[in-house]
């Protein structure tokens, strides 16, 4: 690298929590990145505050789980109290721990941003340039040429792939022309970000009073936030909130001294979707592609599983193993959920947070009806009112000729009959492709198996009815010890499912339909992957 520029396979722009997360995957897979960031360092606005089960999956696939669940509190989902301040329900995961870790977590975004960055400086192949603004942006059919301010002097970054991460007023997204639609709120809401608190409880709780309908989620050592609907005329968004404001509101649960406010802000939120998530070789992420309301805790979230989605796919696009369509798929994959999830926090918004006392009674009303049956408890208390990501478009094939097909597989631990211990699903199935044979004969696998041998999948067997098959050397197998491996994939059985890198399942098929399985994919991989057997 000289002084007038710098090359990379991949630019990722922005240093928030998903920019650093895309560099730790990309990092992972062997991809020299660089990533650039206007601050001089990791931000210190505890902006975003819960991680969920799958986004601590995708820092497991990125090798620094650990690090990461130094920084949260391992939560225990929601609670809803009604109109009149009183319990009404407490939302929690289906499935305890069905991805492998706890299902909603508590976290201050600066402990996070802080630990990413100090596992990013220990990787080789990155690179973190600091106080680096983005000033233009051309690309050709083979690179993206940015323009970069980095302490006054200007410097030209060279990248096969640039992927914008630089949140709601995304320079990337305005350099490629990209423009956004939904709608911004009018309401006007006060988040005061607090240390010195001794609440205990581990998980949020969202208060339905239509006099001052607030949301309370506390964290680690002391810290907590608080945030509150306001009136009209206690402070106008972007404005300073007084410091008696914060004092009054906080009265009935804790006093507070100005010291103890590490952070309150007025905000409006918006319900933004960029209109494209990619030009050329340009790729948004993160808010730089959706923006949405706060109640549902997923803003950082969708990001984070935006960064799941593509960063295999460009490592797979530098590596020569895709064809055009695999990028494709990006939008394909990640935009209805991304769409779903803001329409239902829009509407958790008006439902949960109403300033209408006519409403909430009606609200209160209609869930303790739904609560007093089976169906409507489970809808309330498993959180069913979230939207799950299931793939109808991108590389899924015959996306409805099985339930599985579409899904993320869950990750229950296994024995892992190989390294002879207790892990998790994924350390079996490896970092790429895995073909997993549910209760599939040994012979189907000595005959079967050639047919994607080119596509480089691991095998794993999943032996069904407590039974073990010799497979040889090739094959994995890892064993149910708690009958949730088999919850997972037992309606597979007797077949084979193709599970992407990120966990995704690709197809579900019977040892007669791998040779049209391995024909399939011809469309998305590149052909010399996908050679006959």
């Known amino acids: 690298m000289d002084q007038q520029g710098l090359t990379c396979e991949v630019l990722v722009i922005g240093a928030g929590p998903v920019g650093l997360t895309a560099a730790a995957l990309l990092s992972a897979r062997g991809v020299d990145v660089v990533v650039v960031e206007r601050r001089q360092g990791p931000s210190d606005e505890p902006k975003a505050i819960s991680l969920d089960d799958e986004s601590l999956r995708t820092y497991q696939a990125a090798g620094i789980v650990d690090d990461?669940?130094?920084?949260?509190?391992?939560?225990?989902?929601?609670?809803?109290?009604?109109?009149?301040?009183?319990?009404?329900?407490?939302?929690?995961?289906?499935?305890?721990?069905?991805?492998?870790?706890?299902?909603?977590?508590?976290?201050?975004?600066?402990?996070?941003?802080?630990?990413?960055?100090?596992?990013?400086?220990?990787?080789?192949?990155?690179?973190?340039?600091?106080?680096?603004?983005?000033?233009?942006?051309?690309?050709?059919?083979?690179?993206?040429?940015?323009?970069?301010?980095?302490?006054?002097?200007?410097?030209?970054?060279?990248?096969?792939?640039?992927?914008?991460?630089?949140?709601?007023?995304?320079?990337?997204?305005?350099?490629?022309?990209?423009?956004?639609?939904?709608?911004?709120?009018d309401e006007t809401w006060l988040v005061v970000d607090t240390?010195?608190?001794?609440?205990?409880?581990?998980?949020?709780?969202?208060?339905?009073?239509?006099?001052?309908?607030?949301?309370?989620?506390?964290?680690?050592?002391?810290?907590?936030?608080?945030?509150?609907?306001?009136?009209?005329?206690?402070?106008?968004?972007?404005?300073?909130?007084?410091?008696?404001?914060?004092?009054?509101?906080?009265?009935?649960?804790?006093?507070?001294?100005?010291?103890?406010?590490?952070?309150?802000?007025?905000?409006?939120?918006?319900?933004?979707?960029?209109?494209?998530?990619?030009?050329?070789?340009?790729?948004?992420?993160?808010?730089?592609?959706?923006?949405?309301?706060?109640?549902?805790?997923?803003?950082?979230?969708?990001?984070?599983?935006?960064?799941?989605?593509?960063?295999?796919?460009?490592?797979?696009?530098?590596?020569?193993?895709?064809?055009?369509?695999?990028?494709?798929?990006?939008?394909?994959?990640?935009?209805?959920?991304?769409?779903?999830?803001?329409?239902?926090?829009?509407?958790?918004g008006r439902l949960v947070m109403t300033r209408s006392p006519r409403l909430a009674l009606a609200r209160d009303a209609a869930v303790r009806r739904a609560l007093a049956t089976p169906s409507g408890r489970a809808f309330f208390e498993e959180m069913r009112y979230r939207p799950v990501a299931r793939f109808a478009d991108g590389l899924v094939l015959d996306p409805g000729a099985h339930p599985l097909t579409g899904t993320q597989v869950g990750q229950p631990l296994v024995f892992d009959v190989a390294g002879h211990r207790q892990v998790r699903l994924d350390e079996v199935l490896g970092p790429d492709w895995a073909l997993v044979g549910v209760g599939v004969d040994a012979a189907v696998w000595r005959v079967r198996t050639p047919e994607l041998a080119a596509l480089g999948p691991r095998l794993v067997a999943v032996p069904l009815d407590d039974t073990v098959d010799e497979l040889g050397p090739d094959?994995?197998?890892?064993?149910?010890?708690?009958?949730?491996?088999?919850?997972?994939?037992?309606?597979?059985?007797?077949?084979?499912?193709?599970?992407?890198?990120?966990?995704?399942?690709?197809?579900?098929?019977?040892?007669d339909r791998l040779d049209g399985l391995a024909a399939a994919l011809r469309g998305w991989l590149a052909p010399a992957l996908l050679t006959a057997a």
């Open 68 to 185: 990461v669940l130094r920084v949260i509190v391992p939560g225990t989902g929601t609670a809803y109290s009604d109109s009149q301040d009183q319990p009404l329900f407490h939302a929690r995961a289906a499935v305890p721990h069905r991805l492998g870790y706890p299902f909603k977590n508590p976290f201050a975004q600066p402990d996070l941003e802080r630990t990413l960055v100090d596992a990013l400086e220990r990787r080789p192949n990155v690179r973190l340039r600091f106080g680096t603004a983005v000033t233009g942006l051309t690309q050709t059919d083979g690179e993206v040429a940015v323009e970069l301010a980095s302490g006054g002097a200007p410097l030209v970054a060279r990248a096969s792939y640039v992927l914008g991460a630089d949140g709601g007023r995304s320079s990337v997204r305005s350099a490629v022309g990209i423009t956004m639609t939904g709608r911004s709120y």
């Open 195 to 348: 240390t010195g608190d001794t609440r205990r409880e581990r998980y949020g709780m969202h208060h339905g009073n239509p006099d001052r309908p607030h949301v309370i989620v506390p964290g680690l050592h002391g810290r907590c936030r608080y945030e509150y609907a306001l009136s009209a005329d206690e402070c106008e968004p972007g404005a300073e909130p007084p410091f008696a404001l914060i004092e009054r509101l906080l009265a009935p649960y804790r006093t507070i001294t100005p010291d103890q406010v590490e952070r309150a802000v007025a905000y409006r939120f918006h319900a933004l979707r960029a209109t494209e998530w990619r030009r050329g070789r340009v790729f948004l992420l993160g808010d730089a592609a959706h923006m949405m309301p706060p109640f549902a805790g997923q803003g950082l979230n969708s990001g984070i599983r935006d960064a799941a989605n593509l960063s295999w796919k460009v490592a797979a696009a530098l590596g020569g193993g895709a064809a055009p369509a695999l990028l494709e798929s990006y939008q394909q994959e990640r935009k209805p959920h991304a769409d779903a999830v803001i329409a239902s926090s829009e509407k958790l």
């Open 475 to 511: 094959v994995r197998v890892a064993i149910d010890l708690d009958t949730r491996l088999y919850g997972e994939l037992g309606t597979a059985r007797g077949r084979f499912v193709l599970v992407r890198p990120d966990r995704f399942v690709a197809a579900v098929a019977g040892p």
